[in-house]
């Protein structure tokens, strides 16, 4: 079974970077035709998509937040993470990491983490 796991740390303070990690069991980031992305949920707003990472390494963002994130792996612990620099009270929201199989939707979830970003 499949399992998305995000961690992190939960408050982070204004200007500074905010870095998450999903850790995936049950399949490889490197697996063919898989994709591994980054949404959030800001309070009392819709769910966002952030970005993702593809099998072999492509990335790509988010228009809106393209300039401020990156998003990276490591296949050697099976991980990949995001990274969101400058953050703002506005990057306060529930992030979740999750898995695509091309074309088909995000059919896995991690469960979220909140994080907060406050002085």
């Known amino acids: 079974q499949v399992q998305l796991q995000e961690s992190g740390p939960g408050l982070v303070k204004p200007s500074q970077t905010l870095s998450l990690t999903c850790t995936v069991s049950g399949d490889s980031i490197t697996t063919n035709s898989m994709y591994w992305g980054w949404f959030r949920q800001p309070p009392g707003k819709g769910l966002e998509w952030m970005g993702f990472m593809r099998y072999d390494g492509m990335t790509r963002y988010s228009p809106s937040l393209k300039s401020r994130t990156s998003i990276y792996r490591d296949t050697s612990k099976n991980q990949f993470s995001l990274q969101l620099n400058s953050v703002t009270s506005e990057d306060t929201a529930v992030y979740y990491c999750?898995?695509?199989?091309?074309?088909?939707?995000?059919?896995?979830w991690g469960q979220g983490t909140q994080v907060t970003v406050s002085s």
């Open positions: 999750a898995r695509e199989l091309f074309n088909c939707g995000y059919n896995y």
